[in-house]
């Protein structure tokens, strides 16, 4: 071996049961194909730890003479140097190959983290400092705009290929043709290996993914009995084959969707069983944040929209058909073999036989989104109002979430492709190194994602304002919530007018607004006041006292102040809870999505952490609340009884002036001196049935819309002008 030249050698543990060696079989094979040579080298991961053969995969391929292996210990020359999997290179190498190579490229075929730790899996700079120490100078190409986006937020400065290096498929060997469905309600389906992660987080989720209905069926392929552990029981509408009794082609024969929703803390790579469910004719239904890897030939929507989603396009065999048909074609086009000979073109290795050159694709220019970047805060409200928005674009505008908050795995757990930027206080930088480390992620986030509106719910900062000089390709739009206090953030004001124009969300206490924001409304496009949720998306009384633990005929009550020691019995919120107690409430406390460490459990009391909370408001008689914008305008849109205790430590939030309004409104109580006797005095009130009552009744007569559609709208306008209405464009 040692004379022969090949022309890619590849470097892997080719034990991987899933996608690793998957993905390595459809590239020997066509290199293969193309006239190519192929060698394999074997090198063990520490992290699997169990002995176990080579995958079936890469076994068939050297019995059919497609590729050879490299001997233990013999050098191997090749053109091209592939080495896949990241994590082999935790460790040192027991016994390092001897490899020639002209190039040489690391396929970043999984992120160093997950949503909640950004090294989890491996160390970027200590692989490639092994890597390049082993074999040279190496080309570092994620696998997908996910675990580029991952490799970037764990290793800002990591040099990465322009451009990725995607899975590929061969449609050919998929392909079925589809004349009518499967049987006579709708076959929902998955494959892929076990693992926990791959299955939605709750049992809430999974079952509204994976129905217990039977107006559909549900067949798994590998994995099921996690899903079946989670639940405690298996749903009789499902059936479950054990991984690698049914071939992935045979086994999605058999499916009419394909569904795929998995832990909202998984960076899923790619998603290689996507590609291959829509590669055979299978319509598939999956989370918004896969819509860079496979653009408008899949269908997006979160686990609660899966069975009206389905049922919907079984009813229109037209609509089916047409589905089906795109997204082979866009596999075809995208993932096809010839992209991956082509690729290795590029880097030296080119075919002794021509494949089929790719279709034209017509639509190849990539749709142009929103790009919806959120402050860090406190809490979720900057992310909050961002999603509200990003929900309701429509499904052909591409949507990016990029934030500083630790509430980016709440963006991503709700469906959003999302992005994270280390807040200053996070890097605890100096302001001058991270005004420049942020400016250098939004100017990244605008190349990688190519939004044509990017929306910032932030005050502008200088790293802001820098990325707005620096993209004038893009029009900039700042969402701005209004109330602020008076003769606070003047200078914010004067740095916003680099943006193109200014999205304001409504204020219900607009006419108690003293702020700068009042006098700066030449180029404001108003919309409602914008909550996350529609008055028809909460759940009955029923379902949300299930959902927050609550005996059904005591009246219930949350608490929701945010900072304060509730185990601290002189404090405002330990005062409230004993008061509430006392007049025979449950309470409830609802802890931030966001928090990083537990709240104190308080004995009869419950803690709950779910978001959003607000889903749940109708099993609640009353709620103690902070008045910050996003829990003020829900609470009244959906007419519950609060207690507004606006907390005076913001920045700009005005919050007594927000609560004041809406107590002399008659829509709200304030608690005006929670340290005092005034906070007793008003839970009083609170606590009569006939006066929470006409609250609710108070709240209806004031009622208000939900902004966030318009909002949508307005920014869509801005993103395509010729759908845009040009007297509202307000820019």
Known sequence: MTENVHDVAILSDFRYPGGTSASIAAEVRAQARAGLSTVLVQVRSP???????FNPLIVELLRDGLADLGAGGEPVNARLLVLRQPRIFTEDVAEVPLIRADRRVMVINQAPGDSADPARYYDFAEVRQRVEGYFGECEWAPISPQVR???????????????????????????????????????????????????????????????????????????????VAKLGRQPENWELLEFGTVSPVEFLRGLDFFVYFHDPDLVEAFGRTIMEAMAAGV???????????????AHYTTPAGVVPLIHELYDDPDRYQQAARRARAFVDDHYGYPSHVARLADRGVRPRTELPAPRPDPDAEPLRGVLLVSDNGVGLGHLSRLMAIGRRLPPETPAVIATQSHGASVAHREGFLTEYIPSRS????????????????????????????????????????????????????????????????????????????????????????????????????????????????????????????????????????GAGNINDISSPAARVTRFLREAGFQVVFAESAIATEPAPEVPGTRLVKLYPISRYLRGLDLVVSASGYNSFHELLAFGVPTVFVPNRETALDDQVSRARFAAAAGAALMVEDPAGADLERVLAQAVRAEVRAELSRRCTEVRFGNGAAAAARWLVGLADPATADPVSTGV
């Open 283 to 297: 319509p598939v239904v999956i989370g918004e944040h896969f819509r860079p890897i496979f653009g408008d030939a």
């Open 47 to 53: 992290h699997l730890k169990h002995d176990r053969p």
């Open 149 to 227: 986006a991952e490799v970037l937020r764990s290793t800002p400065d990591a040099p990465l290929a322009a451009t990725d290096w995607h899975e590929i498929i061969d449609t050919a060997d998929w392909w079925t043709e589809r004349t009518r469905p499967v049987a006579g309600v709708p076959i929902l389906g998955r494959h892929g290996r076990p693992d926990p992660v791959k299955w939605p987080r709750t049992a809430e989720e999974l079952l509204l993914a994976y129905p217990d209905t039977a107006n559909v069926r549900v067949r798994v392929l590998g994995g099921g009995e996690l899903a």
């Open 426 to 561: 996070v890097l605890r930088l100096p302001r001058k190194r991270w005004s420049d480390l942020l400016r250098s992620r939004l100017e990244h986030l605008v190349d990688l994602h190519r939004p044509a509106v990017v929306a910032v719910d932030s005050v502008p900062h200088d790293g802001i304002v820098a990325a707005v000089a620096a993209r004038r390709d893009v029009t900039w739009v700042w969402v701005r919530r209004p109330m602020w206090r008076r003769g606070t953030g003047v200078e914010w004001i004067e740095k916003g007018g680099v943006f193109d124009g200014i999205l304001e969300p409504g204020e219900f206490a607009a006419a108690a607004d003293e702020g700068p924001t009042v006098a700066d409304r030449a180029r404001v496009h108003p919309v409602e006041p914008i909550t996350y949720l529609d008055r028809h998306e909460l759940v009955d009384r029923r379902t949300a006292r299930a959902a927050l633990g609550l005996e059904s005929k005591r009246p219930a009550a949350l608490l929701q102040l």
